[in-house]
Each structure stands twice: as structure tokens, then as C-alpha cells.
């Protein structure tokens, strides 16, 4: 029965071999994008392993006692907006503990370089960067230290007596618990789980339309299939022989789709490597596969496609005359609305009941959304009905009446082709409605603002007495690029007033900041904001920049007044410098010398640098989502050509029939054009406003914003991709021709 069944698959004209073409088609795309999204899932594992090391700073202590300690002290840099991560080590004996990747610890006056950091550091002006790391380069850090092929990190040797006064740490023995297993202290690394869930969602949202695809390939010229293994029943077939069938062709197909879909993610996997979605590329060996991950997927894929066959059949099995039994299904009831209702009520109740979890909020807008996405999926059917009964009923033309009628008697099929776009619209619409609100409220600064041109070092009174004004370097103003060096002092208020709100800032903690300037000086400034009228000292933030950076609107602001005379300001200890730049070179220059000026405080930076980091995972984010819909449009645009085609070949007698009366070709492909029109346009339609929605419900309850309109690059790839699924729909549109001849209409 195999043999028979596995000739007939091969064997049964060009409408059997384009249904195997098609299944493996569908399969291979799953596969591929199965695979990579496992293989994503560990090399977040990888990467997240490499960081390890870099937490040495709470790793406990070694079990050896002839170990002989290390001094560690780890701190963040930036250059040009990028993370650098220095190192700073010396050791106190020959069995000090050496970090991964050198072959020993540099000595005072040396340091190892990442391949990343070594290059840029030959291709800067020294006084930009260079100038920044004591010693000279002896070696480069290898790979196994390095979490990215584009870490910019550099190992420093000092002696102990340098880095006891930095706060530096004694180790004696180095972190390798990776980030996500370590149980306090390791705050350099990657959320695993959250990658995971990001990564779980992009999985489904593609597997979804892939899914929809392997079951609409199935089903092709279902109606013939039927009556053939009707046939079969009929002349004594047994139904375990009508399935081991249908498995053995489906698994066919599935193999030679599983086989495609792993050729197709190795040789994806470069690029895929290059992409920066946990903030940095990948090695392209990380996105490597377990044992357990190629026999799920080597097994578990074609299993689900002899599953897929068995349930697209199932009427042949439970009875051979039941395939010409057909009646108009029941229409959908509108209970479907439910869970759509149900979710959209339970983001509405959370607006201005924000919990006070982290927990308790991924729960509450979690589950929220599943809701709406369950609930498009089920009210899909009756939405389409709906549709489908408007449009017949406002019909003027035979097409937009018989297409219309079609659709309401049995809108399930109708729906079924395009559900696949649900998942996609409604999961980017969200992400796009969240990612361009947030970006725009708490993003990265305008790149003129002067949260991005101006940088700031602080001096808090708990790390230690502040500078004075001649310790400060007289060169900073004689860089070219500097606009203005200031110094902020010290607001002699140094407690904040009572902070007693629920979950919101309180107004009253605006009125106090930890600096002070005169009027005078902030006038002559001009781009730090201003004072209010009639003040002559203001109360500012130590970056001259404070919470305009967190609306990010314009660089005009309004102070508060501080209860001080003028004549007093210089008399507070200084508590921050800050230098405005006109350009990357004298910004750069500028923090190089003030970290060698100030070596045990924190390296100086700008807000834009803090807020890019943020910004940057967004658009990382968001281009995931993009992704995610570029994919699942032509995916779900190959499901309806699929469907429409194996429509056309089930209705090629009814089609010719209606010529031979008279009806014109182009009148059936308006209706078949209509069918498969109405049901996309509506899902599209429904799902980003459902999308928007629900992420403007999120962004009232979570942050307080307003929902922002996302710009015209989100609705030109909508557009751009239902412009694709209607070509790839179109093209099947001239197997009208050639199927509904005259010959097609003789009775069987």
C-alpha cells in the first residue's frame, strides 16, 4: 500500500506534483524560520555566556586557597555614542586568576584590545580616544571573551596601589555563571528571559501564516481529492488505507520541505548573525542547533504535516458518500466578539490602575493582548460574514452579488486563507504604535539637541570633596569645537522636598535640583533654558539638561528659582562641569581630558548617550516587528493564491457552466477578485486598529502617553505588502481561461 501510494503521489499528472511543489514550499519556510528562531534563542545563550567574565566583580570567593587575589575594577565608556568596557586589573602574585581571552595579566603600563576597539583605536586622533588608556597595546582579546564580533573592550594593567583608591575589588577567581543564572550583582548581560519572549512572539507571528499556508496547500484540489478516495471507499478501500495515503504524500512533501527549510537556514545564517537585535551581532557560529532541537524539528514538522492531511480529509474517513453531502455551513454567531471585547475592557480597566508589579503588569497587559489576538482570530469568520452580507447587499453589479453571497454562505473558508495576516498586522500595529510613542517621548535626542552635544562630569558630595576651580583643566576651552565650559555649583539645599505621590512624580520635586547657577550665566549661555521672571539664581540639574531630555521636545526650558544670592554661588563647592561641543571630534576630546583629570570618578557622558541605549533596543524591536510583517504578507499572499487556485480547480465545472450562459470571462474574475479582496482588506483593516488600540490603552495605562501616529514608512509597507499578496493573487487569475472551456462543462 506504500509503494501504490507513494506512485500515485508521484505519478498523478501535474496537479499532484504541483501540490507536493507547493506543500514543500510551505514547509521549507517553516522549518527555516523554526530553526531560527531556536537557533536565535541560543545564541542569546552564547552571547549571554561570553558576558559572563565581565561580572567578576561579585563573583564568590575560590575554593583554592593558594589562589592569590586580583584587583578588578570594571567601568563604562563611550565613544561616538558606543559602550566601551574597560577593564582595569592588577595582580598581587603569580597565581592571580586570568580573564578569558589573554594569555595573562597585563602589567602596569600595558592593556589587550578587542579586535573592534583595536581597529578604531588606529583610526582615531589619540587625543580623541587613545589618550584615554594608559600603557601600550600588547596583544588582542580573543573571541572567547568577547560577546560580539563588535565589542569594543580593553583589559588595563595598574598596580594596586592605582585601583585601591578607584573602589576597585580583590577577586580570586573569575565570574562564569552566565548573566541570566547569577543571583545578585551581574548588571552586565542580556535579559534571556525577555529575549526569549521576544523571540517566542516573533515565532509565532511567523509560524502562524506558515502554518495557515501548509494547511491551504493541503487542501488543494481538495474537492477532487475527496472523490477520488471516495472512489476508493467505494470500491472496498478501508479507511487506515485511505490514510496511510494521505500520510504517506503529505509526508513526502514534508520531507522534501524539511530538507529545503535547513539548507535554507544555513545559508541565511550569516546574515541572520548580523543582525543587532540583543544590541550587538551575533557570531555566526552561535546560531548553532542542539541535538534536541534537529530531531524535533527533522520529526516534529512532518508529523504535523500527515496531521494537517489526516484533519483536511477527515470527511472521506468517517464516509464515503459524505463528500457529496454538501450543505451550507451554519453561520458564525456573534458570541465570537467575546474575547475581543474581553481584552479590550481588561487594558481600559488597567488605565490609571497600573499594578504595582512588574509581575503584576506583565500579567495584566499580557494577557490583555492574547484576548484581542484570540478574539480577532475567532471573530475573524463572523467579521467576514458581516462583510460579506454589505457587500451583497449594496451590490449593483452580478460579480460584487455572487461573490458577496459566496462569502456569507460560508465566510470560515473565506476567512481561513487570510487569517494568517492576523497575527502579523495586529502584533507589528502594536509594536509600531508603543515603539514610536515611547521613541518620541523617552527616545534618543535630536542629534543638534544639546542633550546630544554637550557632555557633563559630576562630583557628589558622598564620593568624596569636590575639585576646585583651578583643578579643573584649562584646556577645555581651548579645544576648537568647544562652545562654553561651565560650572555648576552646589544647591546648598541638599535634601530634596517629601516625595509623597502614588505611582506619578510629584511637581513639588521639580522645584529642587542638586545644582545652582546665576541667571547671568545661564543667559549667556542660552541653550541650557532659563529662569523664571525676576529670579537671579537658578536651581538646575548637574547636566544642565534634567527632565527636557525625558520629553525630548526643544532645548528651551524655564527653571526653578533658588533661594540664593548670586554673590554666593562661587562659594559652593562645584558640583559638575559641563562642555558644549560643535562637533564629534571636540566632544571626544573634551571627555578624553577630563577622565584623565578626574580618573576615580564616573567617566563623563551626555544624556543622549544614556537614553540611545534604550532608543537603540526600540528600533531594534521595531525592526523585528517589521520583519515580521514584510514575511507574513507575501507568506499570507502565497496562502490565497494557493487557496484561489485550488478554489478555481474545485469550481471549474460551475465557472464553465456560467460561460456557456453567457457570463463574460472578466465578470469570474471580478468575482474571484472580490472573494479573496473583501476578506484581506477587512482582517488588514480590523487587525491594525485593533493593534492601535490596544496599544494606545497600554501606553495610558503604563507611561501615561498619548498614542502617536506612527510615520509613513509603517503604512508604506502595509500598503506595499497587501499590494504584493494581491499580485501573487492576480497571477493566478488566467487559470480562469484555460480552466473553464467548453470541454470542462460535460457531465461526469
Request: charged content about 15%; some cysteine; aromatic content about 6%.
Amino acid at each position: 500500500m506504500i509503494r501504490f501510494a507513494v506512485r500515485l503521489s508521484l505519478a498523478g499528472g501535474r496537479e499532484a506534483a504541483t501540490r507536493l511543489v507547493v506543500i514543500a514550499a510551505a514547509v521549507a519556510l517553516g522549518v527555516g524560520m523554526l530553526l531560527t528562531t531556536l537557533a536565535g534563542m541560543n545564541a542569546v545563550d552564547a552571547q549571554n555566556q561570553r558576558y559572563a567574565w565581565l561580572n567578576t566583580a561579585v563573583a564568590p570567593a575560590s575554593a583554592d586557597p593558594s589562589v592569590e587575589p586580583m584587583w578588578w575594577l570594571i567601568r563604562e565608556d563611550y565613544f561616538h555614542g558606543r559602550s566601551i568596557g574597560r577593564v582595569e586589573v592588577a595582580a598581587t602574585g603569580p597565581d592571580t586568576p586570568v580573564p578569558p581571552g589573554i594569555p595573562k595579566l597585563p602589567g602596569p603600563g600595558q592593556f589587550y584590545v578587542s579586535p573592534a576597539l583595536g581597529e578604531l583605536l588606529r583610526a582615531t586622533p589619540a587625543a580623541e580616544l587613545g589618550d584615554r588608556f594608559p600603557g601600550r597595546d600588547v596583544g588582542t582579546i580573543g573571541r572567547e571573551a568577547l560577546p560580539s564580533p563588535d565589542s569594543l573592550l580593553i583589559v588595563i594593567g595598574r598596580t594596586p596601589a592605582d585601583l585601591e583608591p578607584l573602589g576597585a575589588r580583590k577577586v580570586t577567581q573569575i565570574m562564569t555563571t552566565s548573566p541570566d543564572g547569577c543571583p545578585r550583582g551581574c548588571y552586565v548581560g542580556i535579559n534571556h528571559d525577555g529575549m526569549a519572549l521576544v523571540l517566542s512572539i516573533v515565532a509565532a507571528a511567523l509560524l502562524f501564516p506558515v502554518l495557515i499556508f501548509i494547511g491551504t496547500a493541503t487542501r488543494l484540489a481538495a474537492t477532487r481529492r475527496e472523490q477520488r478516495f471516495a472512489a476508493m471507499r467505494l470500491i472496498g478501500a478501508t479507511p487506515r488505507q485511505i490514510s496511510l495515503i494521505s500520510a504517506v504524500e503529505s509526508t513526502l512533501a514534508a520531507v522534501a520541505g524539511t530538507l529545503t527549510g535547513f539548507g535554507l537556514f544555513l545559508a541565511a545564517r550569516p546574515g541572520i548573525a548580523a543582525i543587532p537585535f540583543t544590541g550587538e551581532p551575533f557570531f555566526t557560529s552561535d546560531l548553532s542547533l542542539t541535538a534536541v532541537d534537529v530531531l524535533a524539528v527533522a520529526l516534529g514538522i512532518p508529523l504535523g504535516a500527515v496531521v494537517a492531511s489526516w484533519l483536511a480529509l477527515r470527511r472521506v474517513q468517517i464516509s464515503p458518500l459524505g463528500v457529496a453531502r454538501r450543505v451550507t455551513p451554519k453561520p458564525p454567531h456573534a458570541w465570537r466578539l467575546i474575547p475581543l471585547v474581553a481584552g479590550l475592557v481588561e487594558l481600559a480597566y488597567f488605565v490609571g490602575r497600573r499594578p504595582p508589579t512588574t509581575n503584576g503588569q506583565l500579567t495584566a497587559y499580557l494577557s490583555g493582548f492574547l484576548l484581542i489576538l484570540v478574539g480577532l482570530v475567532l471573530a475573524g469568520p463572523w467579521l467576514t460574514m458581516a462583510g460579506a452580507r454589505v457587500l451583497a447587499g449594496r451590490a449593483s453589479r452580478p460579480a460584487a452579488l455572487i461573490a458577496g453571497r459566496r462569502l456569507a454562505d460560508n465566510p470560515r473558508a473565506g476567512f481561513r486563507s487570510v487569517s494568517g495576516l492576523i497575527v502579523a498586522l495586529f502584533v507589528t500595529s502594536v509594536a509600531t504604535g508603543i515603539i514610536t510613542t515611547y521613541v518620541a517621548n523617552r527616545g534618543e535626542p535630536r542629534t543638534d539637541s544639546v542633550a546630544a552635544t554637550s557632555l557633563s562630569i559630576s562630583f557628589p558630595h558622598e564620593e568624596g570633596p569636590a575639585p576646585t576651580a583651578d583643578q579643573i583643566p584649562a584646556g577645555l576651552a581651548t579645544i576648537p569645537g568647544v562652545r562654553s565650559v561651565t560650572l555648576v555649583r552646589a544647591n546648598p539645599v541638599d535634601t530634596p522636598p517629601p516625595l509623597e505621590v502614588n505611582g506619578t512624580e510629584s511637581p513639588a520635586y521639580r522645584w529642587w535640583w542638586p545644582g545652582v547657577i546665576t541667571c547671568a550665566e545661564l543667559d549667556r549661555l542660552a541653550v541650557f533654558g532659563s529662569c523664571p521672571a525676576g529670579a537671579r539664581v537658578a536651581a538646575v540639574a548637574d547636566d544642565l539638561i534634567g527632565e527636557r531630555a525625558w520629553d525630548l521636545t526643544n532645548d528651551s526650558y524655564v527653571w526653578a528659582p533658588a533661594d540664593l544670592d548670586p554673590a554666593q554661588v562661587d562659594r559652593q563647592p562645584i558640583r559638575s562641569v559641563v562642555v558644549n561641543t560643535t562637533s564629534r571630534a571636540a566632544f571626544e576630546q573634551a571627555r578624553t581630558m577630563l577622565i584623565n583629570a578626574f580618573p576615580t570618578m564616573r567617566f563623563p557622558s551626555s544624556v543622549a548617550e544614556w537614553e540611545s541605549n534604550s532608543a537603540r533596543l526600540m528600533v531594534q524591536f521595531q525592526q523585528l516587528a517589521n520583519v515580521i510583517m514584510l514575511a507574513s504578507l507575501p507568506i499570507a499572499g502565497c496562502s490565497l493564491a494557493v487557496s484561489v487556485a485550488g478554489g478555481l480547480s474545485d469550481r471549474k465545472r460551475p465557472f464553465s457552466m456560467l460561460r456557456l450562459t453567457g457570463v463574460q470571462l472578466r465578470t469570474l474574475r471580478w468575482v474571484v477578485g472580490l472573494e479573496t479582496v473583501v476578506p484581506l482588506l477587512l482582517v488588514a483593516a480590523v487587525a491594525i486598529g485593533m493593534g492601535f488600540l490596544a496599544a494606545h490603552l497600554f501606553l495610558r495605562a503604563q507611561l501615561g502617553y498619548t498614542l502617536l501616529a506612527p510615520d509613513g514608512s509603517f503604512y508604506l509597507m502595509v500598503a506595499g505588502g497587501l499590494a504584493v499578496s494581491l499580485a501573487i493573487v492576480a497571477s493566478t487569475l488566467p487559470l480562469l481561461r484555460r480552466i473553464t472551456g467548453p470541454e470542462t462543462a460535460r457531465n461526469d
